[in-house]
Structures are given as C-alpha cells and as structure tokens.
C-alpha cells in the first residue's frame, strides 16, 4: 500500500530550529510537497521537491532522498507564528496526492 | 484517520462539456469542504467553501457559474466544471473538515482529480 508517515506532534522553542521528518511509501513519484496549515485555515504551500537535494527558501529549508524515501522539512529562528501543522504530501505515479496525516508543531517562548 | 474519497481520479473530456467531481468523506461528517486546484509544481489554490445545506463561498476570481459547487449532505460534495476549456485542465483537490467531539477542527484531504480538457 501506499502510505506516508511523519511525527503526529512535536514541541520546540521560539528562536531554536526544528525538523519534521516524512517518510514515504509510494508506487511511483512526482515529487513532494511540504504545507502549513494554521488551525481553521487552509494550507499554504512551503516547497516542493522533485530532486534529491536541499532547498533553501528563506527560513524554510526542505530536503529529499529519493532512494531513501524521506524528506525533512527544517525551521529555524522559530516564531511564534510558525505554530502550525505541517502537512508533507506525495504525488504519485498516477499524480494523485498521497498526504500524510501532518505534524502539529507547538512553539513555546 | 479518516479517509475522503473523490472520484473520479482522472478525466479527459471535449471542450464544452461538462464534468461532475465528487468528494465523500467516508468515516465522519464534514459541515465545510473545501475545493482546491493545482497546477503542476505550484501551490494548492483555494477555489471555494462549501457548508451543507448552503451556497459556496467563492474566491476572488473564481467563477461561481462555471465551477458549480454542491453541497448536499455532511459526506457529499460535488465541484461540477461547466462548459469546460483546456484552460480548466488543472488536478482538482477536496478537503474535508471535521469537528470532532471535543471541539477541535481537523481537515482532511482528497486524494485529488487529475482533468485534462482537449
């Protein structure tokens, strides 16, 4: 089957740096996307990874292996504002996004 | 975690016609769905809210006539693209949300149709 998994919750503090890990299972991939979603909103888009590789946006930063399946999505200098949840999603070989269930992020002063 | 089905996965169809989307939510009651589309390599835009038994919040720039949205029960919402153009090819996404027994919201997604128009 095809699944995704990252943590269901993780606790960081305001100024530090946080990862959130994502890994997949998929038949097939056209690349993956990391989104936030504040409570009662709906997500934004973060970054998009079809390559092996860092990408660097800002405060953001998102990672891919493809031969490992895994992604990380990194946050640094944390705000306050970044309490969120993280939705990493896969699309796979029939383009279908495969969506994991997301991280809530909690950040504490 | 609950599941929302859309169906179909993918659709080719003429130009002019028209093509009727699905979204169930199979395990929960959704009171709000939400209707995204996407382009290759770009962020989920935001289409339309849809509550049960109400008309469709649209977003700016998005034709209520043409992107018609049904809502009729708490696990059914329909996106209907009228009179479509190969402008329309995009992948549609749905997302439910729920509102579980202690009062906190999740959403949940679809996992998207793919529609080419020719």
């Known amino acids: 089957g095809q699944n995704i998994d990252q943590p269901t919750e993780m606790t960081a503090t305001e100024g530090a740096i946080v990862q959130i890990n994502c890994t997949y299972q998929?038949?097939?991939?056209?690349?993956l996307f990391w989104y936030q979603q504040h409570a009662g909103e709906a997500p934004t888009f973060l970054s998009y990874?079809?390559l092996d590789g860092l990408e660097e946006k800002g405060r953001f930063s998102s990672f891919l292996s493809r031969s490992k399946g895994y992604s990380y999505l990194l946050l640094k200098e944390l705000q306050m504002k970044d309490s969120a949840s993280y939705l990493c999603?896969?699309?796979?070989?029939?383009?279908?996004?495969?969506w994991g269930a997301g991280t809530k992020l909690i950040i504490k002063p | 975690g609950a599941v929302v089905s859309q169906h179909p996965s993918w659709v080719i169809c003429k130009s002019g016609t028209s093509v009727k989307i699905e979204c169930r939510s199979l395990?929960?009651?959704?009171?709000?769905m939400f209707w995204y589309r996407q382009f290759p390599k770009q962020s989920l835009m935001l289409m339309a809210t849809?509550?049960?038994?109400?008309?469709?919040?649209?977003e700016q720039g998005v034709e209520k006539d043409k992107f018609l949205i049904n809502h009729a029960s708490l696990t059914l919402s329909t996106l209907t693209v009228t009179s479509a153009h190969p402008e329309d090819s995009s992948f549609y996404i749905c997302?439910?949300?729920?509102?579980?027994?202690?009062?906190?919201?999740?959403?949940?997604f679809g996992p998207g149709t793919r529609l080419t128009v020719l």
């Open positions: 990874n079809v």
């Open positions: 998929t038949s097939g991939f056209n690349g």
């Open positions: 849809s509550n049960e038994g109400s008309k469709a919040t649209y």
């Open positions: 395990d929960f009651q959704a009171t709000t």
């Open positions: 997302s439910a949300r729920e509102v579980d027994s202690g009062g906190e919201i999740e959403q949940f």
């Open positions: 999603a896969v699309m796979d070989s029939n383009y279908q996004l495969i």
